[in-house]
């Protein structure tokens, strides 16, 4: 964290604002695991937004599909890949994510739509950024390095009532 007068609470309060945008520091890396899933080169536009909250973020990610897919095809593609992991919640049709539901847990909530009128798919994700953006997602990968449940020390309730 910096000490920068836009981070400021009385700057940031009851306002939101896009930074790094068309070239956010974080993007090769996004692109980096998206190619080795996909076992080609990604190319991603993220631009994060400033928000005046303690913890969370929710990115909103659309993609351009290289074949025509309905949404049923997309959804159980979805529910396959995640079917296994324990901390991605894929929520119901229409259900969209919040940042309070994850606040203060490891957990990533999805959800997914495809809009047949420009034939993106549409992502919407919610993750706490400082448990499973950076301290929980350590502790996750530790787990899994030294062969321990991933679930080790990450099972706390969430923060949200």
């Not at 940031?12 to 790094?20: T, V």
């Not at 520091?25 to 080169?41: C, M, V």
């Not at 950024?129 to 991933?150: H, P, R, T, Y």
């Amino acid at each position: 964290r910096k000490a920068e007068k836009h981070l400021l609470f009385c700057e940031a309060n009851d306002s939101i604002n896009a930074y790094g945008v068309a070239g956010h520091r974080h993007t090769p890396e996004i692109e980096q695991g998206l190619g080795r899933l996909a076992g080609e080169a990604a190319s991603v536009l993220f631009t994060p937004h400033l928000t005046p909250m303690s913890r969370g973020i929710l990115s909103t990610i659309y993609v351009h599909l290289r074949r025509p897919v309905s949404q049923s095809e997309l959804r159980a593609l979805w529910q396959e890949f995640y079917a296994d992991e324990y901390f991605v919640r894929l929520l119901p049709p229409d259900v969209w994510p919040h940042t309070r539901w994850v606040a203060g847990s490891n957990f990533c909530d999805i959800n997914l739509k495809l809009d047949e009128r420009t034939g993106l798919l549409v992502v919407c994700a919610a993750i706490d950024n400082i448990v499973k953006g950076a301290a929980g997602q350590a502790i996750q990968n530790m787990n899994l390095m030294f062969g321990f449940d991933e679930k080790t020390g990450l099972q706390q309730l969430p923060m949200m009532p």
